[in-house]
């Protein structure tokens, strides 16, 4: 008798398990989300490094800028754009301006020993 009711644990249990890992499966993006992903443009920072040293945006495009903090806490500024994203501010709508134009990003947090080495620029093609 008890091997028949460990065996109704067992798989009651295992079927319980595949229930839960198939109800957690994530949903694909909407639409919506992927246009909003492609006009968005991620800088990544972490402790003293942003995740690329250029990024690249078409000329006349209308992007939103934003900012991930994955290590430490930093902030932003575009010279020539004059965005700052710092705080609660981590996003900002811009509209880049003509091929050719570069413009410099630093960090404007003071986040440790290589922060005056944290820059890195877009550039519009």
Same mark, same amino acid.
């Given at each position: 008798?008890?091997?028949?009711?460990?065996?109704?644990?067992?798989? +009651?249990?295992?079927?319980?398990? &595949?229930?839960? !890992?198939?109800? %957690? /499966?994530?949903?694909?993006?909407?639409?919506? @989300?992927?246009?909003?992903?492609?006009?968005?443009?991620?800088?990544?920072?972490?402790?003293?490094?942003?995740?690329?040293?250029?990024?690249?945006?078409?000329?006349?495009?209308?992007?939103?800028?934003?900012?991930?903090?994955?290590? +430490?806490?930093?902030?932003?500024? &575009?010279?020539? !754009?004059?965005? %700052? /994203?710092?705080?609660?501010?981590?996003?900002? @709508?811009?509209?880049?301006?003509?091929?050719?134009?570069?413009?410099?990003?630093?960090?404007?947090?003071?986040?440790?020993?290589?922060?005056?080495?944290?820059?890195?620029?877009?550039?519009?093609?």
């Amino acid at each position: 008798m008890y091997k028949w009711i460990m065996a109704v644990l067992f798989f +009651g249990a295992a079927a319980l398990g &595949v229930g839960i !890992l198939f109800s %957690e /499966l994530p949903q694909p993006p909407s639409e919506e @989300e992927l246009a909003a992903a492609e006009n968005t443009l991620e800088i990544v920072a972490s402790n003293w490094d942003f995740d690329k040293d250029e990024y690249v945006v078409e000329a006349g495009s209308t992007m939103t800028l934003a900012l991930n903090n994955k290590q +430490g806490l930093h902030g932003i500024s &575009v010279s020539g !754009l004059g965005i %700052e /994203l710092q705080g609660a501010s981590l996003s900002q @709508e811009v509209t880049f301006g003509e091929a050719g134009e570069v413009y410099e990003i630093n960090c404007i947090v003071l986040c440790g020993q290589g922060h005056a080495e944290m820059t890195a620029k877009i550039v519009v093609q």
